[in-house]
Structure formats: C-alpha cells, structure tokens
C-alpha cells in the first residue's frame, strides 16, 4: 500500500499495460501523416467521447502532458474567451486559501492576478470572504480555481454557491481534477457548475504515475470554451479564438493513452463508479478506525470525509516532541512507503488508500498506525524520551539489528518485528535515518570528477 494522499496512487493493471507495447502504439512517429493514424485516432476520439460522458464536459483535450500543463491551458482558454468578448481586463483569479500550490502559479503564468480567498476553521470556502471579493473585482473577474472534494479531503456543500456566485460576475470556474477519484460515476464538474477541468489521466485512469514517466492532464471545457482549446501545433489557425498548443503535439503522450482506454473499456460505468464508492468507503474507514487514537484535522457533514483523511501531528509534537517524520520513518519498518507529510497543512499526515487495496491491507496499515500510537504514548509517560525511542531510531536495517553493538533501549524485536508478521515478508530498508535537513543543504555530485578519469588514463 502507497497511501499518498492527494497523489492517488491505485492499481496498474497489467492487462491495461499491455497495448503501451504493440508496435502499432509505440512505433508511430507523433508528427506521421493523419492517414497513416486512422487507427490511433479512432482511439482517441473515443476516449475524448468516454471521458465527456464522464465530467460533463461538451470538449476534450488531450494535448496537455501534465496536470500542471492542464492547469495552465484551461486558464489560457478562459482568459481567451473573455478576450473574445472584448473583456480584456479581466484578469482577476479568485484562489482559496486551501488550494494546490500549482494553481496560483498556474495563474500568474497565464497573466493573471491571483487574489486569496479564505477558509473558515473547517477548511471550507468562506462564502461570504467570497462574496465580497468578487463583487470587489466584478469587473475584471476572470475565474476561481477550486478543487472538489477540497484539498482537505472534504466535499464541500456549497460547492453550487460557489460557482453561482462567480457566474453572476461573469467570471469562469476552473475546478482542479486532482481529486476526480472521489467523483467518478457519482457526479460531473461540468454539470455542478464547473467550466473547465483538468483531469489527471496518470491519476484517476491508472496510468502509471510517478518516477518521472509521462503524464496526461488533458482539459474538459464546457461548450463556450470548446473553440478556446489548445490548437495543433502542425496546423495554422487565427489566433483570434484559439491560444495556440501547448504540447509539441496535439495529443501530448497519445503512446501511453491506451492505458486509461482499457480501464474505463473494462470496467464499464457501473465499475468506475464502484471504484469511486470503494475509494471514498476505504478512506472512511481509515478514519473512523484512527480516530480513537489520532485527530482527524477536517471531517464534513456527519463527521464523514471524501477519499482521504488529514491526520493532526502537531498536538503530539507539542506534546512529546514526536513529528510527522518519526511516523513516516518508522512506518518503513512495518513495510509501507509514508503518507503525504504536510501537504496541506504543515505537521500533518494525508492518507488516501484509493480503491486498490484490499480490506486485509487496509487493517495493517491501521494496525500500524495503532501501534505507533502506542508507542508514543511510551514516550508521553516516559518510557522513552524521544531520542531513545523506536519512532527517532526509525527505521531500523538489518545490518543495525544484527550488529553485536546494539544499544537501544528497546529490543530488537521491538525495532524490526514491532507486530506479528504472520507468514509474511519482512520488508528491509537498505539503511537506517538519514538527517533529511543536512542531506537537503548538502548537496553532493554523484558523478565521477575529472581527477579519476585523469587517473584512469
């Protein structure tokens, strides 16, 4: 389990992988002429087709290469639309104060002002923050950037007010796709009130995400905004209503497509929707199970959250001393790669499960997640400070385990079996903690200076 939160991290089927390999994809050059593609296109045009009927959206495009890059060609196509209308002045972006970090960035990339909105103690949009402030800038309003369900992994009820109040200046709504995992088969940005998505294809469609592969944020415009998509690079159009591309291609990493077609071709409507509903049952039952022991930072209406839970580190740091990086550390000992830590709020842990891992899986995260509990409660009574405790000397290898100089506190048990395996692999970090600050300020080359090639010759 890789319980990243906000990075939705689920299952890469072998059987969606497969195609990535056929020559017919991954032999065709991204510039061949379009009769030589006719194949590839029909691909296409039918993911566009699956992916509309999906958001709500009237147009697709599959030309942005990363989430990022989707970001940024949705506001591009916004920003021309209002060009187009003759409102050249608005350049106004509404960003809440919970927002990714890309959005703000995003913004100002595309020529636009950012002004912050704020949250009210649940994490939630303050509306009455937002009121104020588009009625400030009505008239240079050009959209407000959203994530749904929110960053704090919460749907937030008044997402429709949101958007409401927005249309009534004239503005448009850009709702971030990041979280489109809680959304699939159950509701629609384009229907809710949205005006443009982007979506992360190697995200919420299984391709493979992360160590630096290719990504696909592709966009989904409502039919206003549809003649504002990111144009072929190969074909000249006016630029009166297009932004020009914003890939070198037009269907940016079109070889890796194939991997997001079978997985909505085999699961079906009814499976997409199933996964959402796991998904969102799997990061409720994390959080109702580590509540007892933890705090759980945002919970929406009836105490429930959307598909990820933020855990609230920062009293028992206050506490004990314990931070965010002991429990990520010592979770390497129980065998699972660390939450997202901080992300969106310092001192904090974020869990998203997806609906990838089985309920087997899920109860040993949680019966990991107890266990470090416990332990730091060993350090709040004073068993252990927190430098001699388990959670600091995280996480243990075994060249240190075995080692005859071994001066811990605790067992060596306690360090490298700290549950019941049951038949299970053991997982072994190649090393033991690393000082995370000096390795980031400290900085070295790992390639060979030019004194041992002096040597060598």
């Not at 002045?89 to 912050?116: D, F, W, Y």
């Not at 000397?393 to 506190?409: F, G, L, M, R, T």
């Amino acid at each position: 389990m890789i319980p990243l939160g906000s990075c939705t991290m689920k299952l890469n089927a072998t059987s969606e992988m497969i195609p990535v390999g056929w020559e017919e994809f991954s032999n065709i050059h991204p510039y061949a002429p379009y009769d030589q593609t006719a194949g590839y296109k029909i691909l296409i045009n039918d993911l566009e087709v699956k992916l509309s009927k999906i958001t709500g959206y009237s147009a697709i495009s599959l030309q942005p290469n990363a989430g990022s890059q989707g970001e940024y060609a949705g506001l591009l196509a916004i920003d021309a639309f209002h060009r187009s209308n003759g409102d050249q002045q608005r350049k106004i972006c509404l960003i809440p104060e919970s927002a990714h970090g890309t959005n703000p960035a995003s913004a100002q990339m595309a020529g636009m002002k950012v002004v912050p909105i704020s949250c009210d103690k649940k994490g939630n949009i303050d509306l009455e923050d937002l009121s104020e402030k588009a009625s400030q800038h009505s008239n240079e309003l050009a959209a407000i950037m959203i994530t749904y369900p929110s960053t704090h992994g919460v749907f937030e009820t008044t997402v429709t007010d949101v958007c409401k109040i927005i249309h009534d200046h004239g503005g448009k709504v850009y709702i971030d796709g990041a979280n489109l995992n809680a959304m699939v088969g159950l509701c629609k940005p384009g229907e809710f009130g949205g005006d443009v998505s982007h979506l992360n294809l190697h995200k919420t469609f299984c391709i493979p995400h992360g160590g630096g592969g290719p990504g696909v944020g592709p966009i989904g415009v409502v039919k206003d905004l549809a003649p504002h998509l990111p144009s072929d690079p190969l074909k000249y159009e006016p630029p009166s209503k297009n932004v020009g591309p914003v890939s070198a291609t037009n269907f940016g990493s079109a070889s890796i497509l194939p991997i997001s077609w079978m997985y909505i071709q085999m699961m079906g409507a009814s499976g997409l929707r199933k996964a959402t509903q796991v998904a969102i049952l799997s990061a409720n039952y994390i959080a109702q199970k580590l509540s007892p022991h933890f705090k759980i930072l945002y919970t929406g209406k009836n105490g429930l959250i959307a598909h990820e839970c933020i855990i609230d580190i920062r009293p028992l740091k206050e506490l004990c001393g314990v931070e965010v990086d002991d429990i990520a550390k010592r979770l390497i000992d129980f065998g699972f790669h660390a939450p997202t830590m901080s992300f969106p709020v310092p001192g904090t842990l974020m869990i998203e499960p997806t609906e990838s891992e089985s309920l087997a899986e899920l109860d040993r995260f949680i019966e990991a997640m107890i266990c470090i509990r416990h332990e730091i409660t060993q350090v709040e009574d004073g068993t252990y400070s927190i430098e001699e405790s388990p959670l600091r000397n995280a996480p243990h290898c075994a060249e240190k385990v075995i080692s005859d100089d071994w001066q811990q506190k605790y067992s060596r048990s306690v360090a490298a079996y700290p549950v019941d395996l049951k038949g299970r692999n053991k997982y072994w970090p190649p090393i033991g903690r690393v000082d995370n600050v000096y390795g980031d300020k400290n900085l070295m080359c790992s390639c060979p200076s030019m004194s041992d090639y002096q040597e060598e010759s």
